[in-house]
T-cell receptor, first 108, second 114 residues
Framework: SQQGEEDPQALSIQEGENATMNCSYK?????LQWYRQNSGRGLVHLIL?????REKHSGRLRVTLDTSKKSSSLLITASQAADTASYFC????????FGKGNQVVVIP | DAGVIQSPRHEVTEMGQEVTLRCKPI?????LFWYRQTMMRGLELLIY????????DSGMPEDRFSAKMPNASFSTLKIQPSEPRDSAVYFC????????????FGPGTRLTVL
């Protein structure tokens, strides 16, 4: 089964900076989703991008998808302390397959 | 809607004891998932149900683990007997219509087995 793999795994940035994280996957997909997990909480869905889309925006989030490279990126612009969390990508298929997560720490 | 509800939020038990985790999915959702999360292994899918029927239990670690969904609004994950290596956060999630649609996660149950 497919599985998203995020890269880099840990990122520490100053408040106001942008944060970018990547996800790669192995097989064809119909859509890819990004989730956020704040410490001690369940995952929360952020955004879904379909295989025929190249870019999608939601507030301060920008997601890109390159199906030829089997990769996606999540950009958080003008980061805030509240963005401190782990971010997971998930690919569709027989079931959603979550990556290992990408920890982002935003320093106030 | 209150979202996915899990209970208890925290559970501390001794090795060998039976543990039962509970989940109430979002009303109308026909898929329910049980996950386990640890630092070492990340987020693992244990089992998922569709319309109360277990579809894929290949992630259930061993016979000590069992899950049931007696109706559309309730599911349990049972560990008997529990072992220290079962210590983890267990999440329940639900989704509507498709197995790979957006999933809504509960707050999780933090299990500690001493």
């Amino acid at each position: 089964s497919q599985q998203g793999e995020e890269d880099p795994q840990a990122l520490s940035i100053q408040e106001g900076e942008n944060a970018t994280m990547n996800c790669s996957y192995k097989t064809s997909i119909n859509n890819l989703q990004w989730y956020r997990q704040n410490s001690g909480r369940g995952l929360v869905h952020l955004i879904l991008i379909r295989s025929n889309e190249r870019e999608k925006h939601s507030g301060r989030l920008r997601v890109t998808l390159d199906t030829s490279k089997k990769s996606s990126s999540l950009l958080i612009t003008a980061s805030q302390a509240a963005d401190t969390a782990s971010y997971f990508c998930a690919t569709d298929g027989a079931r959603l397959a979550f990556g290992k997560g990408n920890q982002v720490v935003v320093i106030p | 809607d209150a979202g996915v509800i899990q209970s208890p939020r925290h559970e501390v038990t001794e090795m060998g004891q039976e543990v039962t985790l509970r989940c109430k999915p979002i009303s109308g959702h026909d898929y329910l998932f049980w996950y386990r999360q640890t630092m070492m292994r990340g987020l693992e899918l244990l089992i998922y149900f569709n319309n109360n029927v277990p579809i894929d239990d290949s992630g259930m670690p061993e016979d000590r683990f069992s899950a049931k969904m007696p109706n559309a609004s309730f599911s349990t994950l049972k560990i008997q007997p529990s072992e220290p290596r079962d210590s983890a956060v267990y999440f329940c999630a639900s989704s509507f219509d498709r197995v790979d649609n957006e999933q809504f996660f509960g707050p999780g149950t933090r299990l500690t087995v001493l």
